[in-house]
């Protein structure tokens, strides 16, 4: 087995109908790029029915057909957020716990200290989150974390982090369930290596196109040039919106 084996994001997630919610963040081929991909995956209708929007440079979830939203409480948040140098994407309301340590000198890991798994028995769907961080010198380092149930009553939670250094062509792929099921099997292990191409349009169409057709929701994905800063997005939503 090679543990150092970096595979298309395809063929990561080929034949899994649900991974759920997925965080991939890593650096494009050329080494020029940092990249950020968010998705969100649902069966239920209240979780079909978002969209992502964005606003004032954050990227929110919402509601595509507001007379058919239930409890918005674990499916309604900020994913995408940015405090100074730093990028922020997870899978609930803990962008903005994240966003709110940073700005009170915690770190991205401190910050989470008082978060655990998402509170929906039986699932306890893990909380994932990710940092992208930029420096003046053109380079920048990224952080990921899975907060997830110690055992299947909830009773404790269990932190694991990962800090890496940006490898060109290379992406960390975290996601919230191993596949389908009832109750949904958390995510194992560290994250996933994947390939991450030079054009965004390429890496956007793949992940999209990759997901299950009938559970996929919603997509961004974001490319930052290292020197410039300028930054490249792409949204898409199944609704279409």
């Not at 169409?205 to 930052?224: C, M, Q």
Request: proline fraction near 5%.
């Amino acid at each position: 087995m090679d543990i150092y084996k970096v595979r298309n994001f395809g063929d990561a997630v080929e034949g899994n109908r649900y991974p759920g919610r997925g965080i991939v963040v890593g650096q494009s081929c050329d080494g020029t790029k940092a990249v950020i991909a968010y998705f969100i995956m649902g069966r239920s209708v209240n979780s079909r029915n978002r969209v992502f929007v964005e606003k004032d440079g954050a990227v929110y979830t919402e509601p595509f057909d507001v007379s058919k939203l239930e409890d918005p409480s674990l499916i309604i948040y900020a994913a995408v957020r940015s405090f100074e140098n730093h990028l922020i994407v997870t899978n609930g309301d803990q962008t903005d716990t994240v966003y709110e340590g940073l700005a009170a000198g915690k770190s991205f890991f401190e910050a989470l200290e008082s978060r655990c798994f998402e509170p929906d028995a039986p699932n306890f769907t893990p909380r994932i989150s990710a940092e992208a961080v930029f420096d003046n010198d053109g380079s920048f380092k990224y952080r990921m974390s899975i907060l997830k149930s110690a055992d299947a009553e909830g009773s404790e939670c269990n932190r694991y982090g990962f800090n890496y250094a940006p490898l060109p062509g290379t992406g960390h792929f975290i996601h919230t369930y191993e596949c389908d099921g009832n109750p949904l099997p958390t995510f194992q292990g560290e994250p996933e290596r994947v390939r991450i191409p030079d054009s965004i349009d390429e890496f956007t169409e793949e992940i999209w196109n990759s997901l299950d057709s009938e559970n996929k929701v919603s997509l961004y994905v974001k490319y930052t040039d290292l020197k410039t800063g300028e930054a490249e997005a792409r949204l898409v939503n199944k609704h279409g919106c």
